[in-house]
């Protein structure tokens, strides 16, 4: 048998290339030749657009409440299970935990819990970046925004966040709106953080609104948010409702500036709106919910594309999906959360169970998952050796 050593250099990488990362880590210990290999900015380059080209994508699911996330498989749907990084456990209370985004195998993970101090509640948060294939972690530094332009009475909360890749800069970044607010006015700055530098810094031309938006989907180098027609001002037992046209909110993680995209005319305004990725793009789910009598409703889902962000000419309905019957409770109509094959739409039902819906067969099959409603996310990922420590060169890769 043929020693490592005595193969040829390119075909040694080939092999290594076509294996998964949980090998490659174990056979960074193998020699000091594989070792330099598996640990190359261009190695790692070339597996990350490898598992792009051969569609070894996950789903990654998570609830809130859980310190665990299920890894789905694309192609089987096999579900694993993979704990939270140890920023999360030991933790003596619950905190929730969200998903920011996924981009390249990196994982942006956000927690925050309220306190209160004399009757008024303040939040505190953290943010992380995790590699679930490697188990790297990377806890992202505070920033010094809140304390330069926050008063002593004043408190702050976080409106939205969003987690994608710069391909002018090869550079992975984090977008927040922060809301500091007191009982006579909100405060609106937005913030960025870059992994090159390790830093944050404010966007100058934040959006300028008070809307209710929430974590954003990433998709080529634009964050995306909904806000939902309802401006729920901060603090909602203070302000008032403020009516507002929907709309989708976009940040250019290259150019960073926020984009505004108007929401068709022709989709109904007692709808429900969902956003998700869409083949590269950013998709949208009209859910349209209406009660058959006292126990049942028909549920209705039409998805939508966004072809190109700020113009609103460019969306364009793909398709329908129902409408179906689905049994009425006090837990809320379901929502979509996205696709698998052939147009099936993952949907997590009013009692947190998540279903895959065939729109051909009519039929529903139950994933063993469960979870909170409100809180159940599912995000595509993909297993690479990218760093979270930033650095990395990918000069030839697609955008989040």
């Known amino acids: 048998m043929l020693m490592a050593k005595e193969l040829p250099e390119d075909l040694v990488t080939q092999i290594l290339l076509c294996l998964p990362v949980v090998s490659l880590l174990r056979f960074k210990s193998v020699c000091k030749s594989w070792y330099a290999l598996i640990t190359n900015q261009n190695f790692i380059t070339k597996h990350l657009l490898h598992n792009k080209n051969s569609n070894t994508q996950h789903l990654l699911l998570t609830t809130r409440d859980k310190t665990i996330v299920s890894t789905i498989s694309q192609e089987t749907l096999h579900i694993s299970h993979t704990p939270l990084p140890p920023r999360y456990l030991g933790i003596d209370k619950k905190i929730p935990v969200f998903v920011v985004g996924s981009c390249n195998g990196l994982v942006c993970l956000h927690d925050f819990h309220e306190f209160s101090v004399d009757e008024n509640y303040f939040y505190e948060f953290h943010d992380v970046i995790w590699n679930p294939a490697t188990k790297e972690t990377n806890v992202i530094p505070k920033s010094n925004l809140r304390s330069i332009i926050t008063p002593a009475h004043y408190h702050n909360r976080i409106q939205a966040m969003g987690f994608g890749f710069d391909a002018k800069t090869n550079d992975y970044k984090i977008i927040r709106i922060l809301a500091i607010s007191d009982y006579e006015g909100v405060i609106q700055r937005s913030e960025v953080y870059s992994l090159n530098s390790d830093s944050w810094r404010e966007v100058v031309d934040g959006p300028g609104y008070k809307g209710l938006i929430d974590m954003g989907k990433c998709s080529n180098g634009m964050a995306s948010w909904l806000v939902d027609g309802v401006g729920l001002q901060i603090l909602e037992q203070y302000y008032d409702y403020e009516c507002l046209e929907k709309f989708v ?44 009598d006292e126990k049942y409703f028909e549920v209705t889902f039409h998805i939508w594309s966004l072809l190109k962000v700020g113009i609103k000419d460019s969306w364009t309905r793909l398709f329908t999906i129902g409408p179906f019957i689905e049994f009425n409770d006090s837990l809320g109509f379901p929502l979509p959360l996205g696709f698998w094959k052939n147009d099936t739409m993952f949907i997590v039902k009013s009692d947190g169970e998540l279903v895959l819906y065939d729109p051909f067969t009519k039929q529903m099959t139950k994933l063993q998952v469960h979870g909170d409603r409100e809180s159940l996310q599912l995000v595509t990922y993909m297993e690479t050796l990218v760093s979270v420590k930033g650095g990395n060169e990918f000069k030839e890769q697609d955008n989040c």
Do not use: H, Q
């Open 249 to 292: 909110l976009s940040f250019d993680m290259s150019d960073e500036v926020f984009l505004e995209t108007a929401i068709p005319d022709n989709v109904r305004s007692d709808s429900f709106l969902t956003l998700f990725v869409l083949n590269e793009s950013i998709g949208m789910v009209e859910s349209i919910n209406v009660g058959v």
